[in-house]
């Protein structure tokens, strides 16, 4: 299967769904044709699409052009004489399995000899999902090696993500470059105008060449024309690349995988190496990436916690706030209408998947004309979002959970938290109401606009907050274990402890929400 030639992608157009070949997909994404992928899975959309921006705009510098509007035989001749140029005479850099392990297929470097590759390579999975970035130690949410064998366009899927999102996992198993350390994990930050494939495409090219400029000064060690495609050069796993060699653009791969044919259609061989492909260890992931914001306290790039995406990491990620310079993408383009902010990451742990995150926050135009400006506006509106999560997280940890204390303990005069079973009930009780606000705190955010009043714009957010984190305690009340004579008095003083903190910490919020009930 040959990308540059071959029908290999599922594409939704608004008259028919098709397959396409690879420059085929780039013309019509440029010319914003494509509903949407159906064969592409959404914790592959954006390895795909990062992809698929850097190979474009590798090929549109090495043509001195600009426009992501080109047809499919300008991106045909384009990866053709990029990949000549990279020691690759012929189209086997692009075709999925090659016989010959001495040459580069698609994604897979090749060995530097026949008895290298029958030495290290075993095989690893014989369906793409068992070859995907996702780690699960049973049969439950997604099924293992549910896929075909022979389904082309999601093996390419599958090893695609595989080489450009997955870290460290064990001794041999290499991991990408753009991430902090083994343990990390690649998150997409940007802009989106619009949400399909074609307009985001569009939007981020431009983007992506104007910031090949910083990417080529200093401190960036990369070289203008360096090396793009890296699984053209043999790799027996015993060296690494220099990023001094590279092209900003480069696309890595992490791991010695070949395709071979079998007798039910294809499986993935597999080989460790004692090195990273590139020599990127000190970088912590920094490498200018420009959909990965970059943590200041740490020098390297972002890592997404298990907790994931939550509005906290997302308001700071936002305002450039916390800790951390934005991605390149993320910045919003001056100009009219509502846009979003998106953020996705497949969040790792140590030999574990903790969950593919992603959120879409709709920005208003009003609310994106603040967040482009410098001023007092903008900084009204950071001061409000902090606010507004010092308020949740003050009715949590001062009257609900201390609530849900004395519900489950009984109704002590003083409530014990270093019981860790009462702790864990207590958290999963209090949980719903992390849930409920969670949604309901960018919306919340951006009618601040309307009311220049910051104790009037903090009033509504203060009046959602009590009436979640209430009916949370109402239901606690209804799933404690009984406690025969003491229920009662139990929840007597839940609801007291819950009354009087709200009274005591929020004084004239509470005294507002009275005069209006």
């Not at 012929?90 to 026949?114: E, G, I, M």
């Not at 940890?397 to 002590?412: D, H, I, M, S, W």
């Amino acid at each position: 299967m040959n990308l540059l030639l071959d029908p290999l992608f599922r594409v939704r157009l608004p008259e028919q769904t098709m397959r396409v070949s690879l420059p085929e997909l780039l013309a019509l994404l440029g010319d914003d044709r494509v509903e949407s992928l159906p064969g592409v899975q959404r914790h592959q959309e954006d390895a795909l699409h990062i992809f698929l921006c850097y190979l474009a705009g590798a090929v549109l510098d090495r043509q001195g052009r600009q426009e992501p509007a080109q047809n499919a035989e300008f991106w045909r001749a384009g990866i053709r004489l990029l990949t000549r140029a990279e020691g690759c005479d012929n189209d086997d850099a692009w075709t999925l399995v090659v016989d010959d392990p001495t040459r580069p297929a698609f994604l897979q470097a090749p060995a530097s000899s026949r008895a290298v590759f029958d030495r290290d390579y075993k095989p690893k999975a014989s369906a793409p999902d068992a070859l995907d970035v996702l780690q699960t130690a049973k049969n439950h949410d997604v099924k293992a090696a549910r896929g075909h064998s022979d389904e082309t366009e999601a093996w390419c899927l599958a090893l695609l993500t595989l080489q450009s999102q997955i870290g460290f996992l064990g001794a041999g198993n290499q991991g990408i470059a753009r991430m902090n350390g083994g343990f990390g994990s690649r998150p997409c930050v940007a802009w989106q105008q619009c949400r399909r494939p074609g307009a985001r495409l569009a939007r981020d090219l431009p983007v992506l060449l104007a910031h090949r400029k910083v990417l080529l000064a200093e401190p960036h060690p990369y070289v203008a024309n360096g090396r793009v495609l890296l699984w053209i050069v043999p790799w027996d796993g015993q060296d690494s690349l220099a990023l001094a060699a590279l092209d900003p653009f480069f696309l890595e791969i992490a791991r010695r995988i070949r395709l071979v044919a079998s007798a039910g259609g294809w499986q993935a061989l597999a080989a460790t190496a004692s090195v990273p492909r590139v020599a990127a260890k000190p970088q912590k992931g920094n490498l200018g990436d420009p959909w990965i914001p970059i943590n200041t306290k740490t020098g390297g790039a972002l890592t997404v916690p298990a907790s994931g995406l939550t509005p906290d990491l997302l308001r700071n990620l936002l305002f450039a706030d916390g800790g951390f310079t934005p991605a390149a993408m993320q910045e919003a383009p001056t100009g009219q209408g509502a846009g979003w902010f998106s953020a996705a990451v497949f969040v790792r742990g140590q030999g574990t998947t903790d969950g593919f995150h992603e959120a879409a926050i709709r920005v208003p135009e009003k609310a994106r004309r603040v967040l482009v400006s410098a001023g007092p506006a903008r900084d009204r509106l950071a001061g409000l979002s902090r606010t507004g999560l010092e308020t949740a997280s003050a009715i949590q940890y001062k009257a609900l959970q201390p609530a849900l204390f004395a519900l489950l303990e009984g109704g002590p005069e003083a409530i014990s938290i270093d019981k860790r079973e009462i702790k864990q009930w207590v958290e999963s009780a209090a949980a719903p109401f992390v849930r409920d606000w969670n949604p309901r705190y960018f919306d919340w955010l951006w009618s601040t606009l309307e009311q220049p009043d910051d104790t009037a714009a903090l009033q509504p957010w203060f009046d959602i907050l009590r009436a979640l984190a209430e009916s949370t305690l109402e239901r606690a009340f209804a799933r404690v274990p009984l406690r025969s004579g003491r229920n009662y008095r139990g929840q007597t003083r839940a609801r007291a402890l819950f009354f009087g903190s709200l009274k005591k910490n929020f004084k004239h919020y509470m005294e507002v929400s009275h005069e209006l009930s």
